[in-house]
């Protein structure tokens, strides 16, 4: 056995999903070749991969032809993979060991989303992976009463750090946690947008493969908070196959494209009902809603979901549901979150390392390139790009040098998705921080500062 013919004959495997051979995929971990037994594992990135075992077959086959070729023995095992723009400098340190966050939405409330999140994530978490649920339905948080978390409140928390609740196996944390069965609160606005903020960098999530994120229905402010604040892998549409439901969750698909957050695909949710004892599908909600939005906007159609008493009842006494159609739904769900994270690399111009230094009067930005730029906090407030220091339309600098004290200080950053930073100042002026500074801003910011000190030398 030659361990180039057997990598060229494995190279001939390819995995269609993602359109590359399981050689350039890294998929063939661990080779061992015996005297008479070749060993090895076919890692997939994510559990649930509908062609785990199509793939292991043909790798079997491919290497019948091998010259000398013994025993096979291949183990099926997988590692999920982080999503790359995870990795910048700016995710919140609480998210340092997630690997994808997806995003659960529909157009309109009532349609099944928060049972469908369950349900997936349930799918996903039987099958070995780590997962949690963050529930920011601020118009009516479910999951807790889906898990049977209902009568739990959230305590103290320890310097800031807030701990999810086990349940089912996954980590939860919800906004339904703030409330209580006599006082429930509906959040609204810059509230609900901060506390979206305190989940995601204050809750201690650890090792997580999968963090879903059950939105509240319709396009708003969360959506657009969540967006900025974390890359996302992707946002799943949940319809029901009614036309209107279909109209709505239009404007979802929209949205999500408008802050280009990849769409993994759509669920239609009630769709038919079989009475028991019959074999007749009564379509009480209509027929083909997310099919036809699926092909309009050439998305993936995940699956259906009938309608079913026992779903329902699951869902009203926080039992776990396992059910092979839901299964299949989750398995297309990892197919498409991992076609995002293998075609994505880390936007060029996030840098690798960000620092302060000088008591945050100089900001070191470590480049992926590994050029290093010190800029001055003073130069970074100059160049502000906020409605108080540019003029939005004619684009004209409003702010001037001796507006800004000379040593004023960064106190502090947060990301803006994964493409920028917003900084925090300590100097009074209006403004001060509220400009999204985009890496190409900052890697322009720093080279010319470089090309104005060789100037000065
Ligand atoms: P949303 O999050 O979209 O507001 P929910 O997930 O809270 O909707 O679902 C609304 C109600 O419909 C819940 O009582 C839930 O148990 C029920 N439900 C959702 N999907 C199904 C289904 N496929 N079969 C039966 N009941 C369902």
């Not at 495997?13 to 008479?36: A, R």
């Not at 076919?42 to 013994?70: F, S, T, W, Y």
């Not at 739990?152 to 919800?174: D, N, R, W």
């Not at 990892?334 to 994505?344: D, G, H, R």
Request: negative net charge; proline residues 6%.
């Amino acid at each position: 056995m030659d361990a180039k013919e057997i990598t060229d004959a494995l190279a001939t495997v390819k995995d269609s999903y993602f359109n590359k051979d399981i050689i350039t995929l890294g998929y063939v971990k661990g080779m061992t070749i015996g005297s008479d037994t070749l060993r090895f594992s076919l890692r997939l990135p994510a559990p649930l991969m509908p062609n785990h075992d199509e793939l292991a077959q043909k790798c079997q086959e491919a290497l019948k032809d091998v010259a000398d070729i013994g025993k096979v023995e291949i183990k099926k095992d997988w590692q999920v993979q982080r999503l790359p723009s995870l990795n910048a400098p700016n995710t919140p340190n609480s998210l340092k060991g997630v690997k994808n966050i997806i995003a659960i939405a529909s157009g309109k409330g009532g349609v099944g989303k928060s049972t469908v999140t369950v349900c997936i994530a349930e799918a996903f978490a039987n099958a070995g992976a780590k997962v949690g649920i963050l529930d920011i339905d601020v118009y009516g948080p479910s999951i807790p009463n889906m898990v049977g978390l209902g009568d739990h409140q959230l305590g103290g928390s320890q310097q800031g750090v807030l701990e999810p609740v086990e349940a089912h196996g996954m980590k939860i944390m919800s906004m339904g946690f703030l409330a209580n069965k006599d006082t429930p609160v509906v959040w609204r606005g810059p509230i609900a947008s901060q506390l979206v903020q305190q989940f995601l960098g204050g809750v201690d999530w650890g090792e997580l493969d999968y963090l879903f994120v059950d939105m509240p229905p319709g396009t708003g402010d969360i959506q657009l908070t969540l967006s900025q604040a974390v890359p996302l892998t992707g946002a799943v549409i949940v319809t029901t196959p009614q036309e209107v439901a279909h109209t709505i969750a239009e404007k979802g698909l929209r949205m999500f494209q408008q802050v280009k957050i990849p769409i993994l695909g759509i669920i239609e949710n009630m769709a038919g009902f079989t009475p028991p004892g019959s074999d007749e599908i009564y379509h009480i909600f209509g027929e083909g809603g997310g099919s036809s939005a699926a092909e309009e906007f050439d998305l993936p159609l995940l699956g259906k979901i009938s309608i079913k008493q026992e779903l329902r009842e699951a869902m009203d006494t926080g039992k776990f549901v396992d059910d092979d159609n839901i299964k299949a739904i989750a398995s297309l769900i990892a197919v498409e979150a991992m076609a995002v994270v293998t075609n994505e690399e880390l936007s060029p111009f996030a840098p690798q390392e960000m620092n302060l230094a000088n008591n945050g009067q100089t900001l070191i930005i470590k480049w992926q390139d590994n050029v290093e730029h010190v800029i001055s906090a003073f130069n970074v407030r100059y160049m502000c790009p906020c409605a108080h220091c540019v003029d939005e339309i004619t684009g004209v600098k409003l702010i001037k040098e001796e507006d800004i004290p000379a040593n004023v200080r960064i106190i502090e950053s947060a990301p803006v998705g994964r493409y920028g930073v917003r900084f925090s100042f300590d100097d009074p002026s209006p403004g001060a921080g509220a400009g999204i500074f985009t890496f190409s801003l900052l890697r322009k910011m720093g080279e010319e500062a470089v090309e104005k000190a060789s100037f000065d030398v």
